[in-house]
Structures are given as structure tokens and as C-alpha cells.
Nanobody
Framework: QVQLVESGGGHVQPGGSLRLSCAAS????????IGWFRQAPGKEREGVSC???????YYADSVKGRFTISRDISKNIVYLQMNSLKPEDTAVYHC???????????????WGQGTQVTVSS
């Protein structure tokens, strides 16, 4: 059974950092790409970053230079290190899995339940 479980969200002040984790089970990261998406109230879901099955990475312009995606294949976990956080980063963050890396959420087959990130003073 495929399952994705996010953790690491929370409340942080502007300029702070958080590290999100996406623990995958039921498949291995060697064969699936993992994407991070976020959705703020009243806004459309936005692709943040993804890492392909071969380790190639992609970042949205809004997070480039601040966020870093990585993975630990031995643990089957994908991380999203978020630095220099801004209030506009506030959203529910979801990880999702797909065979082919893409920024289109409709192409993802499996989704986690999400973790809330709130950036405010």
C-alpha cells in the first residue's frame, strides 16, 4: 500500500527555517519522483519543488535560492529544507509521488495529508 506522510511543519518567524519530511512507503524513490506542493487559503495549489527518480531537481522561481529538496534513498524519505521563510510561504504543504517528474499536480498519483507551515511574527 502506497503511503506518503509529511512532517516538520509549524509556526516560524519571517527569516526562519523549517525542514519538511516526506516519508514514503509501498514504493521506492528509485522509481518515483516526489514533488512538494503548497496551497494557501483562497489560492490555487502551487508546485514548489520536485526531485526525480534519478535525483534531478526543480524549483519554482518563488523559492529558488531559499528552498532545497533532497532525499535519503536508504530511508525512503524526501526533505524540503526551507530557509529565509517569508509570510507568503504560509500554506499547507503536501508531498506527492509520480513516475515522471513534473510540476503539474494532476500528473501525481499519490498524495500525503499535508503539513501546515505558518510564517508570521
Amino acid at each position: 500500500q502506497v503511503q506518503l506522510v509529511e512532517s516538520g511543519g509549524g509556526h516560524v518567524q519571517p527569516g526562519g527555517s523549517l525542514r519538511l519530511s516526506c516519508a514514503a512507503s509501498g514504493f521506492t524513490l528509485d522509481y518515483y519522483a516526489i514533488g512538494w506542493f503548497r496551497q494557501a487559503p483562497g489560492k490555487e495549489r502551487e508546485g514548489v519543488s520536485c526531485i526525480s527518480s534519478t535525483g534531478s531537481t526543480y524549483y519554482a522561481d518563488s523559492v529558488k535560492g531559499r528552498f532545497t529538496i533532497s532525499r535519503d534513498i536508504s530511508k525512503n524519505i524526501v526533505y524540503l529544507q526551507m530557509n529565509s521563510l517569508k509570510p507568503e510561504d504560509t500554506a499547507v504543504y503536501h508531498c506527492a509521488a509520480t513516475k515522471l517528474a513534473t510540476n503539474n499536480p494532476s500528473n501525481y498519483d499519490y498524495w500525503g495529508q499535508g503539513t501546515q507551515v505558518t510564517v508570521s511574527s
